[in-house]
């Protein structure tokens, strides 16, 4: 079992609809969660944090923490086709190491 | 202000030789990380530089991996005797704080390919 699971997709929304992103990880030491979008052939860039149990608006994007069910997930309302890239998971423990998921990879269709 | 930057942006080279990367944090940061990254992969984590704290070294992949942080800013991964298996991009990223609960500012990356 990969220390963080996402979804492999690929996953393909309408523009407009709301695009789902869930990812899965194994240690429970976990303290620090991160959603990092990745364009074709970019660096990873941020999109959202999130330490505390429950939900985190900012702007299209929410970000959901459930520590007790290890499981954090991304929502992107009214998707955009400049949404269309590859979001990773990144799980962090308080040591500071960051293991990051194999990503999925969205597209928004005009 | 500058970015995290890395030389060379790409590298090609044979099976066997040695090859050096570098990475330029951002001044004043703290921690920094090197990755690997396959294509169509996610981020593989090498190692992480805290500080003055011993360097978390536990993603190396093989012996022929090795990685310095000189004066807690530049920093270079060496890869000896490589492999074509070694192909793949290099990222580097850096945080202000230490400790994991920082975000990480990636680099463009060093795109290597052993022939």
Redesign the interface.
């Given at each position: 079992q990969k220390e963080v699971e996402?979804n492999s997709g690929p996953l393909s929304v309408p523009e407009g609809a709301i695009a789902s992103l869930n990812c899965t990880y194994s240690d429970r030491g976990s303290?620090?969660f991160?959603w990092?979008r990745q364009y074709s052939g970019k660096?990873?860039?941020?999109i959202m944090?999130i330490?505390s149990n429950g939900d985190k608006e900012d702007g299209r994007f929410t970000a959901q923490l459930n520590k007790a069910s290890q499981y954090v997930s991304l929502l992107i309302r009214d998707s955009q086709p400049s949404d269309s890239a590859t979001y990773?998971c990144?799980v962090?423990?308080?040591?500071?190491?960051?293991?990051?998921?194999?990503?999925t990879t969205l597209t928004v269709k005009p | 202000g500058a970015g995290v930057s890395q030389s060379p942006s790409n590298k090609v080279t044979e099976k066997g030789k040695d090859v050096e990367l570098r990475c330029d944090p951002i001044s004043g940061h703290t921690a920094l990380y090197w990755y690997r990254q396959s294509l169509g992969q996610g981020l593989e984590f090498l190692i992480y530089f805290q500080g003055n704290s011993a360097p978390d070294k536990s993603g190396l992949p093989s012996d022929r991996f090795s990685a310095e942080r000189t004066g807690g800013s530049v920093s270079t991964l060496t890869i000896q005797r490589t492999q074509q298996e070694d192909s793949a991009v290099y990222l580097c990223a850096s945080t202000l704080l230490a400790g994991g609960t920082d975000t990480q500012y990636f680099g463009p990356g060093t795109r290597l390919t052993v022939l």
């Amino acid at each position: 079992q990969k220390e963080v699971e996402q979804n492999s997709g690929p996953l393909s929304v309408p523009e407009g609809a709301i695009a789902s992103l869930n990812c899965t990880y194994s240690d429970r030491g976990s303290q620090s969660f991160f959603w990092y979008r990745q364009y074709s052939g970019k660096s990873p860039e941020l999109i959202m944090s999130i330490y505390s149990n429950g939900d985190k608006e900012d702007g299209r994007f929410t970000a959901q923490l459930n520590k007790a069910s290890q499981y954090v997930s991304l929502l992107i309302r009214d998707s955009q086709p400049s949404d269309s890239a590859t979001y990773l998971c990144a799980v962090n423990t308080n040591a500071g190491k960051s293991t990051f998921g194999d990503g999925t990879t969205l597209t928004v269709k005009p | 202000g500058a970015g995290v930057s890395q030389s060379p942006s790409n590298k090609v080279t044979e099976k066997g030789k040695d090859v050096e990367l570098r990475c330029d944090p951002i001044s004043g940061h703290t921690a920094l990380y090197w990755y690997r990254q396959s294509l169509g992969q996610g981020l593989e984590f090498l190692i992480y530089f805290q500080g003055n704290s011993a360097p978390d070294k536990s993603g190396l992949p093989s012996d022929r991996f090795s990685a310095e942080r000189t004066g807690g800013s530049v920093s270079t991964l060496t890869i000896q005797r490589t492999q074509q298996e070694d192909s793949a991009v290099y990222l580097c990223a850096s945080t202000l704080l230490a400790g994991g609960t920082d975000t990480q500012y990636f680099g463009p990356g060093t795109r290597l390919t052993v022939l």
